[in-house]
């Protein structure tokens, strides 16, 4: 089964680096959503990519970044990291509404 | 905008018997769409079950099933017959027809014991 995998699944960064994760869509789906995961909480949705564009954002700074391929596949990237952005980062897909497909994340720890 | 609170930050529960994990939620919209989600160790959030506001009926799926309460807004999901892989964490969440996002809520821990 061709569900959504994420790329790294661990990473550590030091504050100020940038960061790109990865997300390649379950086969068939058209759309990906980036979620980052405090540890404890809810996640927070960051963005949502649809053909090749930012459809809808999430209340997160510019320092949160996406791109969608033509493939459908999908990067988050993180500039001048802090802290707090040390997370376990959710991929989502879907096609149209019918329902989302969660990867098993990428954990990034900024030291 | 959307809210959804879960109070219970843990839960613990036999194996064999009954948890009831309590959500409520806030939206101004008159159709929406309600979710369970489960996040084992794996990390990996899996649908457990999915509701639509306009839908009387109370859905289930297997040993889940929900209790939905539009004018309460309160959305419980109860577990039964409680096994050990369902030891995780569970999630409530929403959305509305315009609007592309979930909204989750804190989450519960729920801990099966042998």
């Known amino acids: 089964d061709a569900g959504v995998t994420q790329s790294p699944t661990h990473l550590i960064k030091t504050r100020g680096q940038q960061v790109t994760l990865r997300c390649s869509p379950k086969?068939?789906?058209?759309?990906v959503s980036w979620y980052q995961q405090a540890l404890g909480q809810g996640p927070q949705f960051i963005f949502q990519?649809?053909?090749?564009?930012?459809?809808q954002r999430g209340n997160f700074p510019d320092r949160f970044s996406g791109h969608q391929f033509p493939n459908y596949s999908s990067e988050l990237n993180v500039n001048a990291l802090l802290l707090g952005d040390s997370a376990l980062y959710l991929c989502?897909?879907?096609?149209?509404?019918?329902?989302?497909?969660f990867g098993s994340g990428t954990r990034l720890t900024v030291v | 905008a959307q809210t959804v609170t879960q109070s219970q930050p843990e839960m613990s529960v036999q194996e064999a018997e009954t948890v009831t994990l309590s959500c409520t939620y806030d939206?101004?919209?008159?159709?929406?769409?309600l979710f369970w989600y489960k996040q084992p160790p794996s990390r990996q959030m899996i649908l457990v079950i999915r509701?639509?506001?306009?839908?009387?009926q109370n859905a289930t799926e297997n040993r889940f099933s929900v209790n939905f309460q539009k004018a309460a807004k309160s959305f419980s999901l109860k577990i039964s017959d409680s096994q050990l892989g369902d030891t995780a964490m569970y999630f409530c969440?929403?959305?509305?027809?315009?609007?592309?996002?979930?909204?989750f809520g804190a989450g519960t821990t729920v801990t099966v014991r042998a």
């Open positions: 989502a897909s879907s096609f149209g509404r019918t329902g989302y497909t």
């Open positions: 086969s068939g789906h058209d759309t």
């Open positions: 990519y649809y053909e090749e564009e930012e459809r």
């Open positions: 939206t101004s919209e008159s159709n929406y769409y």
């Open positions: 509701q639509e506001a306009y839908k009387q």
């Open positions: 969440a929403s959305t509305i027809p315009n609007d592309y996002k979930l909204s």
